[in-house]
């Protein structure tokens, strides 16, 4: 019995571990926001990963991803995770 509630705590816990983000929500014509956060790639690496996220987005819509703003709050790994809010534009193609 021990050994499952061993195996359903590490799972959650990978689980919780892993980056996420909130949906991109539209804050103006063309204009998003997105905020996103990771356990495990530092502070560094989530604010990569919410670019990343936000250049996705906007080829999604056939556009380009222009940053207008970002703001980070530095975490403790494993502890806090870092977080990363990115104000981008996703402009018509050049």
């Not at 539209?26 to 204009?31: E, L, V, W």
């Amino acid at each position: 019995m021990k050994t499952r509630h061993v195996h359903v705590l590490a799972i959650t816990l990978l689980l919780g571990g892993c980056a996420s983000s909130q949906p991109v929500t539209q804050i103006d014509k063309d204009t998003y926001l997105l905020v996103a956060s990771s356990r495990w790639h530092g502070n560094d690496g989530v604010a990569i990963q919410g670019l990343q996220q936000a250049d996705d987005w906007c080829r999604k819509l056939g556009r380009r991803m222009r940053v207008i703003g970002s703001e980070r709050s530095e975490g403790v790994i494993g502890v806090m995770p870092p977080k990363v809010m990115v104000s981008f534009k996703c402009d018509a193609p050049a």
